[in-house]
């Protein structure tokens, strides 16, 4: 049974580009959550996902980030015109349902030169 | 505000030895707190998790603890083993949210 899948594992972008971030959660799942962890610090929640909806997206910031679940196909988190500030590391979970224990990806690297 | 304060930053224990890392949480309206491991490279995974209904929780040889009136509440490792060596977050979540409010993390490295 295969766990939270992301790709890619390493994404390095200039500034200026954009960023795809890919998460496909486990079997049967169908909440997703993106956090972000920088340098140093704990996860940041950014967003809560169901299939087409987007159910909390308090974490996210008001520009340049948007995040997806379409009813066929991973969740894609996109963050336009990247800046250095944006490397981090990008987890997605997914539980089976809400309120259920999240289970994490093994996350994607940005790093932005 | 909904921060959790976790501390200490790093730990190093002697193999065999006990692990401590506390958490103080601001937000009374938490209702769920768990704890994660993650190793280098990899996702943060679920280790033990509670409900402030109880003020013990032990599965194997982690216990939290935790103390409603205080708003705090620990990770203790027994008879560390050098494989225990990761960082641990804790984190605190409301009712009614999805959203894992995690803390900063301690680095936990087990001697030999």
């Known amino acids: 049974n295969a766990g939270v899948m992301q790709n890619p594992r390493h994404l390095v972008r200039r500034r200026g580009q954009e960023a795809r971030l890919r998460c496909s959660p486990m079997k049967g799942h169908s909440h997703v959550y993106w956090y972000r962890q920088l340098p140093e610090e704990g996860l940041k929640f950014m967003v809560y996902l169901q299939k087409e909806n987007i159910i909390d997206e308090s974490g996210m910031p008001k520009e340049r980030f948007s995040a997806e679940f379409p009813k066929e196909g991973p969740s894609i988190l996109r963050i336009q015109q990247v800046v250095r500030g944006d490397s981090a590391a990008y987890f997605c979970?997914?539980?089976?349902?809400?309120?259920?224990?999240?289970?994490f990806g093994p996350g994607t690297r940005l790093t932005v030169l | 505000q909904q921060q959790v304060k976790q501390s200490p930053q790093s730990l190093i224990v002697q193999k065999g030895g006990i692990s401590i890392i506390n958490c103080a949480y601001e937000n009374t309206a938490f209702d769920y707190f768990p704890w994660y491991q993650q190793f280098p490279g990899k996702g943060p995974a679920l280790l033990i998790a509670i409900r402030p209904d109880v003020s013990e929780k032990k599965e194997g040889r982690f216990t939290i603890s935790f103390n409603k009136s205080a708003k705090q509440f620990s990770l203790h490792i027994m008879d560390s083993q050098p494989g225990d060596s990761a960082t641990y977050f804790c984190a605190g979540t409301q009712g009614g949210s999805e959203k894992l409010v995690f803390g900063k993390g301690t680095k936990l490295t087990v001697n030999p």
């Open positions: 979970a997914s539980s089976g349902a809400r309120y259920n224990e999240q289970f």
